[in-house]
Nanobody
Framework: QVQLVESGGGLVQAGGSLRLSCAASGRTFGNYAMAWFRQAPGKEREFVAHIRWNGGSFYYADSVKGRFTISRDNAKNTVSLQMDSLKPEDTAVYYC??????????????????WGQGTQVTVSS
């Protein structure tokens, strides 16, 4: 059955970088949009970044524009999130998500069909 597994989270100092990866299994998602969300303690799940099925279009939350980069490798059935210039406010559990919706990007959790279990990112000051 379908499974999404995130990896790459950890502890990093402010200004540092991390690269998250999400591997999908159970089916291929070459024709699906993929996205990253995050959820900090006491907050709702928040949209971070979206990439179209063909990798040609991107959309980012204002809070991460210029710092985060989303990419995908359809041959490997993966999506990644390169996070640079990390800030303490980036601390959260990061989730990858997959949905069948077409571009333009959707930013609501309910728009996505499949979710990973999340990976913790902690940025110290």
């Amino acid at each position: 059955q379908v499974q999404l597994v995130e990896s790459g989270g950890g502890l990093v100092q402010a200004g540092g970088s991390l690269r998250l990866s999400c591997a999908a299994s159970g089916r291929t998602f070459g024709n699906y949009a993929m996205a990253w969300f995050r959820q900090a303690p006491g907050k709702e799940r928040e949209f971070v970044a979206h990439i179209r099925w063909n990798g040609g279009s991107f959309y980012y939350a204002d809070s991460v524009k210029g710092r985060f980069t989303i990419s995908r490798d359809n041959a490997k059935n993966t999506v990644s999130l390169q996070m640079d210039s990390l800030k303490p406010e980036d601390t959260a559990v990061y989730y990858c998500a997959v949905g069948s919706y077409s571009w333009p990007a959707r930013t609501r959790p309910d728009d996505y069909d499949y979710w990973g279990q999340g990976t913790q990112v902690t940025v110290s000051s």
